[in-house]
């Protein structure tokens, strides 16, 4: 599928994308072991999809409203380059990443699922929801992905930015996807 033109200049501008974790760049679930120990699941094409932005120019981060050992080290796998956790007040943080970015939010892609990720998401120049958020998150988005959070999301929502920046085909020649339009 084509990519959607009139998406297309907002995914050109992104210098910097957000994700938010939990319902994101995970299915949301959280499980707790016996002495409270916190598991996530991840999926590979995602954590793929942030590496390729990443190797495309593309810089990376995450702002979660918890504090997690585990999403910490997922991140520093990925390469992530700004990790704020255990900021439930995301809109504040927006402001300290492009202070230390030096980047504006109209650059910035802000990938969420539900209510705390609105105030960031109305602030950006890309706002994605994922494909199983809250209807208020859709309601501020500007795309939203047809994979849900955790399963495929991130992924799609890397693919989309490379497509509409050029760099897919440069830094993975041969690479075809088959790009589909969020509603």
């Not at 995450?62 to 700004?82: F, K, N, Q, W």
Request: overall charge negative.
């Amino acid at each position: 599928m084509s990519l959607d033109e009139t998406l297309a200049p907002l995914a050109r501008a992104v210098r910097l994308a957000v994700f938010d974790v939990d319902g994101t760049l995970t299915d949301g679930r959280i499980v707790l072991g016996p002495n409270g120990e916190e598991y996530k699941q991840f999926h590979v094409r995602d954590g793929q999809g942030l590496v390729m932005l990443r190797d495309s120019g593309v810089q990376l981060a995450v702002i979660t409203g918890r504090d997690s050992p585990v999403a910490a080290h997922r991140m520093r796998e990925l390469g992530v380059r700004y990790l704020y956790q255990g900021r439930g007040n995301k809109r504040v943080v927006l402001d300290e990443l492009c202070a230390e970015s030096g980047l504006s939010p109209a650059q910035i892609c802000y990938v969420g699922d539900d209510l705390p990720d609105i105030p960031i998401m109305e602030a950006v120049g890309f706002p994605v929801a994922v494909a199983d958020a809250h209807p208020a998150v859709v309601a501020v988005s500007r795309w939203r992905t047809v994979a849900p959070g955790g399963l495929g999301a991130a992924r799609e929502v890397a693919e989309f930015i490379m497509h509409a920046q050029g760099t897919l085909a440069v830094h993975f020649p041969g690479y075809r996807i088959p790009l589909r339009a969020g509603s």
